[in-house]
């Protein structure tokens, strides 16, 4: 039975005001400046303005507006799980069996909050994202490497110090997702990050 | 003469870093949930979060994917000039020819940091949005002027307690703008807002 226009408005903004706690959800990353940590709502905007004026290092067959879509929903599930940062346990709790259950779980409560029409097509979104196998998904989780290597290059360190990161952690963790959607883009970074791993960490 | 590959990419990263102190503009409304008040970067992501879900709302001749770009870039502005109010000096300061001079000189500023294949259709692009004429720059105007009202009503009355807003005008300096761009919408909001205008502002 179809939704009346008001029971769709309905669960249209109890969608809408909840994504609203993705603004509370703090990264390990800081802003630029690093003057306090970033959140995961401001960090999904950073990430769809570097799709918007970083589109020319796509790849062939990238539609840059699912890429923007992509990338405004690709965090929600930390509102439930919160942010795991990728040098957090030696790099392994990224991609733990618990944590992607419980970004699932997430999924299905925070996507099932949406008229059906728009939900399902979101959450498969989502999940394209997360198996970061298509063009779309590849050069969406490029740019979500890359965002907080400037930061962390603009406030003496960052999550790089937090963490004592290696470069060779740095190319495994973070170069090879960059270089597999957006190549180009890697090798610009690449020459931006060494020299303060070569440095010895100073910050 | 082209720029090479590498002035490019610290052009495009040069802007990207400046965009990040939107981060740290405040606004006037607050959070949904009234803890802290909302900052223009985040605000943003929200909006353009808004035109994905609320597509359904727009007008025939609307380009979903357009109004996401100018909600990205539409508050950037606001790194040199600050947010200005919609209800603050009796909401005469949002369009003073101070604050659009500002923010006109702030557009080069920022805009130009950019390629200049990719500055001037931005540049344009958040011209479009304030001129508020085409069917986009509509759509995108009534968003943003919804999204306040849902944070206001779920803090308990926010900005319009702050600046004793009247439900008059609420209707001249929010309504009109939302009724113009999404008709349908402005029917539901107006419905959410009159009762806490009709309370008397209890908070
Ligand atoms: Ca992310």
Redesign the interface.
Known sequence: MAQS??DR?EA??A???E???L??VLRATT???G?RP??S??H???L???A???ADQAGPGVDI?RV??ML??HDLVEIDVGDVPIHSANGLAHASVETTTAEAKAADRIFGL?PPD?GPP?RALWEEFEAAESPDARFAKALDRVQPV??NL?SGGGTWATYNVTYEQLEARVGSKIARGAP??WE?VQGKAKPWFLKGKES
Do not use: C, P, T
């Open positions: 226009a008001n408005l249209q903004f969608f809408l005001n994504a609203d706690r603004k509370s802003l630029v400046d003057s970033e959140n709502g401001e999904s905007w950073h769809a303005l570097y918007l004026v970083l507006n923007i879509r405004l929903i949406l728009l979101l400037m930061a603009r180009g883009l610009w």
